[in-house]
């Protein structure tokens, strides 16, 4: 069974940092392309960054650009995202997923999805 579990989501106030983590288990990470999502409330899901199956390229959405960084590591068979500078914005259950490619397939929006995560909740406020 193809299976994702994201980590690491938490209440952090304005400016703080959190790394969401996302591992596989079912199979593995190395042949799919990567990406995190996110939804808040009453908002639809966003594609928030994507990396490609080697992790030669990455995609990230403007409102995070600078802020957030995508990694993955195919030997642990995991995926993170680091994000830094946060914002109340950034308020949002965030959900990583793994598709074919990042362009077309996920990245901006997530046509193509083998599975999706629980999501784990990132809350940022005072």
């Known amino acids: 069974q193809l299976q994702l579990v994201e980590s690491g989501g938490g209440l952090v106030q304005p400016g703080g940092s959190l790394r969401l983590s996302c591992a596989a288990s079912?199979?593995?990470?190395?042949?799919?392309?990567m990406g995190w999502f996110r939804q808040a409330p009453g908002k639809e899901r966003e594609g928030v960054s994507c990396?490609?199956?080697?992790?030669?390229?990455?995609n990230y959405a403007d409102s995070v650009w600078g802020r957030f960084t995508i990694t993955r590591d195919n030997a642990k068979n995991t995926v993170d995202l680091q994000m830094n500078s946060l914002k109340p914005e950034d308020t949002a259950v965030y959900y990583c997923?793994?598709?074919?490619?990042?362009?077309?397939?996920?990245?901006?929006?997530?046509?193509?999805?083998?599975?999706w995560g629980q999501g784990t909740q990132v809350t940022v406020s005072s």
């Open positions: 079912g199979f593995t990470l190395d042949l799919y392309a």
């Open positions: 997923a793994a598709g074919p490619r990042c362009s077309v397939d996920m990245w901006p929006s997530p046509r193509r999805v083998i599975t």
């Open positions: 990396i490609t199956s080697s992790g030669g390229s990455t």
